[in-house]
């Protein structure tokens, strides 16, 4: 399985050592997958793995944030940028992104 997003169109400029957290829990809420791996300073990244065996069939979520970051920062402020010149925020939602995935057998 590849869970995998392309660059931001917004410059986030998540910097060079960036990371993005990845979880997928199951039909019973277990999560199966919690990794981190590498993502680019446009936030883009692709991740591949092998489902676990142990995973319950069923409709599972895919979730991938920025690591170690406030990724949804609704304070006014561009906390990745301090120092920056004029910096254009754009405000987003701060639910969870999620992504389904049905597990069959």
Known sequence: MTVA???ADCNPRYGANARIQISVAD???AKVVN???A???????S???VV?????????TVTAVPYNLDW???TG???????????????????LPTKPLTIGR
């Open 39 to 45: 993502m680019n300073d446009g936030g883009g990244f």
């Open 35 to 37: 990794t981190t791996s």
């Open 27 to 29: 039909s019973s809420g």
């Open 52 to 60: 676990p065996a142990r995973t319950v069939s069923g409709q599972a």
């Open 72 to 74: 949804c920062d609704d």
């Open 5 to 7: 997003a392309p660059d």
């Open 47 to 49: 991740y591949t793995f």
């Open 77 to 95: 402020r561009n906390n990745r940028v301090a120092g920056a010149a004029v910096v254009q925020l754009q405000r987003a939602s701060c639910v």
